[in-house]
């Protein structure tokens, strides 16, 4: 799985003004991520804002990714819940060809303990998929704490990566320094992918890598080579638009810049708003600090 590495970028879903989905904003940035040096694109994750997807939009959307990638990229399918059997069910019953592994996010909402987590990804294992874990604290409101990441990365060769979110950066070392050779760690926070991938992480599943692809992925392969100063100067130029884009919460400060970079339209579908006029005009500054430094 050697190929899911560096950059990946959980993909937005582009809307029109009608809400419906706008696949010619898709198709600008698929694209425009590919040209630009990305590694792999995630499809249908929480940045995607698939929970207010229908079954139909979502299978249009996987349709149309897989057609405009056209094998260019390797792909990542998100499939989660927290309802374990339903999970497998829909894993076991979708056609995951063009896909190299599904990312699934740890049961939400149910507040599972360790014991109850292990089992969700046990059952998922169990499928004979290639598994990635997706602990996110933040959103799900349970942690999967390091002896559980590990604990499943010994036991199942299949659960061969975690995107690891949690607030904590300590939990992402304590991974690192235990797991086992075959299994991967991806940083699930923008702000920690350089320190992570330091600390010999394989990179990042990111959020503002799709409006800053070739910085990000440039970043990382310094940080892999150990070229930390250099690393750093990019890292140090992203850290407060980064910090942005996720004010108002996720993805509205990351549509904001892609409409000013004229790959899509400034539109969500609720519960989720754009970003306020406030932290719009923030972020459209950010960015022009990042153009001057680009031109320097």
């Known amino acids: 799985m050697s ?79 927290n309802n374990t059997a339903e999970v497998v069910k829909k894993i076991e019953e979708t056609d995951l060809s063009d896909f190299d592994a599904v990312l699934s996010v740890s049961p939400y909402y149910n507040k599972p303990n360790q014991e109850g987590l292990y089992q969700h990804y046990k059952a998922l294992a169990e499928t004979g998929e290639k598994i990635i874990i997706y602990n996110v604290p933040g959103r799900t409101g349970q942690n999967v704490e ?3 990441t590990l604990r499943l990365a010994n036991e199942f060769p299949n659960l061969f990566m975690v995107k690891e979110a949690a607030s904590n950066i300590l939990q992402y070392f304590d991974i690192l320094r235990q797991k086992p ?15 992570v991938t330091l600390a010999g992480g394989d990179g990042v599943i990111s959020v503002i890598a799709q409006a800053y692809p070739k910085e990000f992925s440039t970043m990382v392969k310094l940080g892999i080579n ?48 754009p970003a306020s006029e406030g932290l719009q005009t923030k972020i459209k500054q950010e960015m022009e600090k990042i153009e001057a430094i680009s031109l320097a």
């Open 3 to 81: 190929q899911l590495k560096g950059v990946g970028v959980a993909l937005v879903t582009p809307f029109n003004e009608d809400l419906s989905v706008d696949f010619d904003s898709l198709t600008r940035l698929i694209d425009y991520n590919i040209d630009n040096g990305t590694n792999f694109l995630v499809v249908l994750g929480t940045t995607a804002e698939a929970a207010t997807l229908s079954k139909e939009e979502k299978e249009k959307v996987v349709a149309h990714i897989t057609k405009i990638n056209n094998n260019r990229l390797p792909l990542v399918l998100g499939i989660g819940g």
């Open 181 to 195: 050779e075959h299994f991967s760690l991806m940083s699930g926070d923008d702000e920690y992918t350089l320190p």
């Open 226 to 273: 150990r070229e930390v100063d250099e690393a750093y100067k990019i890292h140090n130029s992203l850290v407060e638009i980064t910090r942005l884009i996720f004010a108002e919460g996720n993805p509205c400060g990351i549509k904001t810049i892609l409409a000013e970079k004229g790959l899509i339209k400034n539109y969500l579908r609720l519960p989720l708003v």
């Open 146 to 148: 390091a002896s559980t």
